[in-house]
């Protein structure tokens, strides 16, 4: 396959290219990322030594660009995870959410169907319709959309969980631009025949993933005794997703999911957010008694003094229009494809906080900025 992945300076793009990188080193992966905040190119350092790997940067919103790169590189896959990510700044600032979100994904269609259906590109099927029984794959071009559970809502805590027929109905200016271009990646399929598949997750948590989010913010809180702060009452429920998992998921996706479907792909692991912050709590906890240079190394938190991290946790006012519940319905994945989440939240969290306290310097340029020198 010749990828094109956008968004790989991110959290999930970077560890979906180290996943593909390990299983299919004879694949070339082109990565396409603007490198804003969330972006970080280091991540990407080690895999720039490959063959067959290359970095562009640039926005998914530019309609010459994308055509360039997808001709220069041949591009047969496309693995779309470049979005604005974060629901607190959509709330802030709902501008970027559209532009990268929907025009961005509009774009990546667009320069797609104009390569593999309108020019033929050698890549193409031409006729979407004749793939409607089988792989994916079968027309020899790709484009897999990634989006989020939270275009469907919220669930009241007795609610079945989200399948893929659950109604859209997106809360937040985030979830409203990943739904808008989860439609859009369904109308190329179903007006143009593109073959498209669309996989909706949850919660995603491990290494890389920037510490603005709930479980990166807190594991480098505690490590420098700031707050850690949880929205209302922390009892919203989440479904974790450990981020290998994922990629797991997409894998299959990409070699065995049904042309124009969508897949949910779920962790197994509901927790509620306070729930979640505690377990990170006690695995630092444990962390730090067991090893005395971790005390030296990280002298600001409670951990130090081996008092317990927990004493950090702050009630803080709750985020507008904040979702009660998701929950993933994994079925017909499971059904289809044969996925399960091999991570369940204990094991695959205790993985993350080893991978953040043996990557300080990682995170610690993020905070100071030179990440993005
Ligand atoms: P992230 O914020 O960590 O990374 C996003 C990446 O996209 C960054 O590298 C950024 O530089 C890049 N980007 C942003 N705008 C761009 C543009 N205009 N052109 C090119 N690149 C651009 O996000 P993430 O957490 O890795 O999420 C990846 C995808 O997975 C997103 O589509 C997100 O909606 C979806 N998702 C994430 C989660 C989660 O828990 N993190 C859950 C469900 C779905």
Redesign the pocket.
């Known amino acids: 396959m010749n990828i094109l992945v956008?968004?790989?300076?991110?959290?999930?793009?970077?560890n979906f290219v180290n996943y593909w990188r390990e299983r299919y080193p004879a694949d070339s992966i082109t990565v396409?990322?603007?490198?804003?905040?969330?972006?970080?190119r280091s991540n990407l350092e080690a895999m720039l030594e490959h063959n067959g790997f290359t970095f562009v940067r640039?926005?998914?919103?530019d309609y010459d660009l994308v055509m360039e790169v997808m001709q220069k590189h041949c591009v047969d896959t496309l693995v779309?995870?470049?979005?604005?990510?974060?629901v607190d700044r959509s709330i802030d600032g709902p501008d970027?959410f559209i532009?990268?979100?929907v025009v961005?994904t509009h774009t990546l269609l667009k320069a797609a169907k104009k390569l593999w259906l309108d020019n033929g590109g050698g890549n193409g099927a031409g006729d979407g319709s004749a793939n409607k029984a089988g792989s994916a794959r079968r027309g020899g071009h790709h484009f897999h959309h990634?989006?989020?559970?939270?275009v469907f809502g919220t669930l009241a805590g007795d609610d079945p969980a989200f399948c893929e027929l659950t109604p859209y109905a997106p809360n937040s200016p985030?979830a409203a631009s990943?739904a808008a271009s989860d439609h859009l990646v369904r109308a190329y399929h179903h007006t143009y025949g593109l073959n498209v598949t669309t996989s909706?997750?949850?919660?995603?948590?491990g290494p890389y993933?920037?510490p603005e989010?709930l479980i990166p913010l807190c594991l480098v809180n505690i490590l420098q005794g700031k707050p850690l702060p949880i929205y209302g009452d922390g009892k919203q429920i989440r479904d974790w997703?450990y981020v290998d998992d994922h990629s797991r998921g997409i894998d299959l996706i990409l070699k065995r999911g049904r042309v124009g479907e969508t897949y949910n792909i779920g962790g197994n692991s509901e927790y509620t957010n306070i729930d979640a912050v505690r377990l990170l709590c006690q695995l630092l906890d444990e962390e730090f008694s067991e090893n005395g240079s971790l005390r030296e190394r990280f002298p600001d938190g409670p951990c130090a003094a081996l008092d317990p991290a927990s004493s950090l946790i702050n009630y803080v006012t709750d985020r507008p229009g904040h979702d009660t519940r998701y929950a993933i319905d994994a079925a017909k994945i499971t059904s289809e494809l044969g996925y399960t989440p091999a991570e369940r939240f204990p094991g695959g969290l205790k993985k993350t906080v080893r991978w953040y306290l043996e990557n300080e310097s990682w995170w610690q340029c993020i905070l100071d900025g030179s990440y993005r020198e």
């Open positions: 956008t968004g790989a300076a991110g959290f999930i793009g970077t396409l990322d603007a490198l804003t905040y969330a972006g970080n640039g926005s998914i919103c779309h995870f470049a979005a604005e990510s974060h970027a532009e990268t979100n961005g990634v989006s989020t559970d939270e985030y990943k909706n997750c949850s919660n995603n948590y993933q920037f989010k997703l």
